[in-house]
């Protein structure tokens, strides 16, 4: 991801400045027990209110699945929820981190790789009508359930009306995590029913990245501003949910073992045969064009891209500076206290990530604006509107991403349009200075990573 040599210089805040980016420093992370967090991961209680088992399973039926091979009364419940036990003792079943950190692929359930066929399009994940009326039915049919679903319900009914996005296969997550902070006490956690900070009314969409890359990268997110302790940052999912700091507490104790699960986790290997020597010329090429940024093997820089330099769709980094409040909370709040802290802090533009099992991320660009990596590599095949068919799914393993229509105008929720604020799949314009075999022979050698 650019050409020439990388220059750096020291600056008063003891930052490394580099020609094409900005170093960002490690932070400690804990260590922790990788089996241990795969079990907590999937049969966890780090949202402790969800739907009563027997309705869910009156309203879901028996998912014969079985990709996680769980027992007892998680076997026939999707990989995506889990049953766990309420502070009351009531069983209910909660969505999990696999909602959006995992795809089947292939048949296959891809753990780590992000779920770029979910729906924020219509709240189907949260519908507050839904919500209310099964809120309702429990409050004078068993009380008992309805305590335990009551905090689940009053998040969905305060904040999934305002969670859709545009375009279907993008996340709202950064939007999630405003809205659930806009509710809740900084410091004690309490859920307010009443906003307490404004957030700006456009969903700005990302694509999920693939957890493997983490173990590489020294900042979360697209814009690498989640910097010291990583666990903190994982298990944020638990203000959908949690009562009080003293709970996030007990969650915290088990999310340093989940950390060391998504370190341990590979990225899939290309599944066809790969044409070594064609990949051996993009190697060498790819080394001089891309690895400044990208890296190369276990080498990778940890690089903040300016938007300047990169040119790609500004929104989502723009999002954190149009929306101060949120970062202010998060950094006065339990997450950046006591012996493992978390921080945010805004960049303008975003981290170079590390490529490992890129061919399988498609995708592409922190908004999934980029159907493939040909695409990626040929701005001038970036389709402006696109779609997938989303009930029969198939991938390209030569272009290397979607198979996709590309259609006159857009329409629709499944038709990808980059005219909308966020969705640009502009900028990285670097490979357009490759001839169309340099590009095919970087394709190649990305298959082997």
């Not at 990530?353 to 001038?380: C, M, Q, R």
Request: net charge neutral; with cysteine; hydrophobic share 35%.
């Amino acid at each position: 991801m650019g050409l020439g040599l990388i220059c750096f210089a020291f600056n008063e805040a003891n930052h490394y400045f580099f020609s094409e980016g900005v170093f960002i420093p490690p932070s400690p992370q804990r260590s922790g027990d990788a089996k241990k967090g795969y079990d907590y991961l999937v049969t966890g209680d780090y949202l402790r209110s969800g739907i009563p088992y027997n309705y869910f399973k009156l309203a879901y039926g028996k998912n014969n699945s079985r990709y996680l091979t769980r027992e007892g009364l998680n076997a026939s419940i999707s990989y995506e929820y889990t049953a766990v036990k309420a502070p009351n003792g009531e069983t209910v079943v909660a969505p999990n981190c696999l909602q959006c950190h995992a795809q089947v692929f292939d048949d296959k359930l891809i753990i780590g790789l992000g779920n770029s066929t979910i729906d924020f399009t219509g709240g189907e994940k949260l519908n507050p009508n839904t919500a209310a009326l099964a809120e309702n039915f429990l409050q004078n049919a068993d009380p008992k359930k309805y305590d335990a679903a009551e905090p689940f319900f009053k998040v969905a009914k305060a904040i999934s009306a305002q969670l859709h996005t545009k375009v279907r296969g993008v996340n709202a997550a950064d939007r999630l995590a405003a809205l659930l902070a806009a509710h809740r006490d900084p410091k004690t956690f309490r859920w307010n029913e009443k906003q307490m900070m404004e957030i700006p009314n456009e969903v700005i969409p990302s694509d999920v990245p693939a957890w493997w890359l983490l173990k590489k990268k020294h900042g979360m997110f697209y814009n690498g501003f989640g910097r010291g302790d990583f666990a903190r940052f994982l298990m944020a999912s638990n203000l959908l949910t949690v009562n009080d700091t003293a709970e996030s507490a007990e969650v915290d104790k088990h999310f340093n073992d989940v950390l060391a699960y998504l370190n341990s986790i590979q990225p899939p290997k290309y599944p066809y045969p790969i044409n070594k020597q064609l990949a051996k010329q993009g190697g060498i090429l790819f080394v001089k064009n891309c690895a400044k940024c990208h890296g190369s093997g276990n080498d990778y820089p940890n690089l903040l891209i300016p938007e300047s330099t990169i040119k790609t769709d500004s929104f989502l980094y723009k999002s954190n500076y149009q929306n101060p409040q949120f970062v202010e909370w998060f950094n006065s709040s339990w997450f950046a206290q006591g012996d493992h802290a978390a921080r945010l802090e805004p960049f303008n533009g975003y981290i170079a990530p590390p490529l490992d099992g890129i061919w399988i991320t498609a995708p592409y660009f922190h908004n999934g604006s980029v159907p493939t990596l040909e695409a990626v590599l040929n701005s001038k095949l970036r389709p402006k509107y696109w779609s997938r068919d989303f009930n029969n799914l198939e991938y390209d393993y030569e272009k290397v991403g979607w198979k996709y229509k590309t259609l006159d105008a857009p329409g629709g929720t499944t038709v990808y349009d980059t005219d909308l604020h966020g969705y640009g799949n502009y900028g990285h314009y670097y490979g357009d200075n490759l001839t169309d075999k340099g590009r095919k022979a970087i394709i190649e050698y990305l298959k082997t990573l």
